[in-house]
């Protein structure tokens, strides 16, 4: 019993030297489900399948296919993951240096805990149209069979992989401006290679970034997402000074 009290003495005073940003890492982010703009009332339904807009998302299903081998074929599988390393390590070149908790803290966490808010933005959409994805409706298989299962009881409208990109692209263009094309190519990339896959129609990736704008115009309404940002932008001055 002696010895245990010790061990939990040395990881309390472990766990107190922790830098605060460090600790709340694994927070589920700045907003509830209920502060974010609902998604229902401000985006129109999905196409309906005997619309012309549906015809287009038809057209641009079969056009991307071509593209799932070879480079960008690679890059959409690599973009298939949302942990905050996975994404960070591919906005790295578009950002001008790379960005891990380990060299760039501040702005890893804001990123990591905003990344949920903005997911959030297209919940209500996602359950109430449940919209199934192309894969499905054409009975076709994709380049990650693994991931079909899953995906194959999910709603695809609006995509929440494209929400995420779109939206962490205006976060790192809001602490990077020089950098923004570039950015934000990268940003609509990452949300195209949902509809490479054949995970996501281009609708549902155009409806996520109009979800992502407005969950983002919403965070900054937040006193402690401003405060975290303030970090951040003062960060990135220090290490682009080094």
Request: charged fraction near 25%; include cysteine; glycine fraction near 6%.
């Amino acid at each position: 019993m002696k010895n245990y009290r010790i061990f939990v003495i040395l990881v309390a005073g472990m766990m107190s030297c922790i830098p605060a940003f460090a600790q709340n890492s694994s927070s589920v982010g700045y907003l509830t489900q209920e502060d974010v703009p609902n998604d229902l009332i401000y985006l129109p339904a999905p196409p309906d399948s005997s619309s012309q807009a549906f015809l287009a998302d038809k057209a641009m299903y079969e056009e991307t296919k071509a593209l799932r081998t070879g480079e960008r074929g690679r890059q959409a599988v690599a973009d298939v993951s949302t942990s905050t390393d996975s994404i960070l390590k591919y906005f790295g070149p578009a950002f001008g240096m790379e960005i891990t908790m380990d060299n760039a803290p501040a702005i890893y966490e804001l990123i990591a805990k905003a990344k949920n808010d903005i997911r959030l933005g297209v919940n209500y959409g996602k359950k109430a149209y449940m919209r199934k994805r192309p894969f499905v409706f054409f009975n076709e298989s994709t380049p990650l069979p693994r991931e079909e299962r899953s995906l194959r009881f999910s709603g695809s409208y609006p995509s929440g992989h494209s929400v995420r990109g779109w939206g962490i692209a205006l976060l790192l263009v809001e602490i990077n401006p020089a950098r923004q094309d570039a950015i934000l190519e990268r940003g609509y990339q990452y949300g195209q290679s949902r509809v490479i896959l054949g995970f996501h129609y281009q609708s549902d990736v155009d409806a996520a970034r109009l979800v992502a704008s407005a969950v983002v115009a919403r965070l900054h309404a937040d006193d402690e997402f401003l405060a975290q940002m303030k970090l951040a932008k003062e960060e990135f001055a220090r290490l682009s000074n080094q």
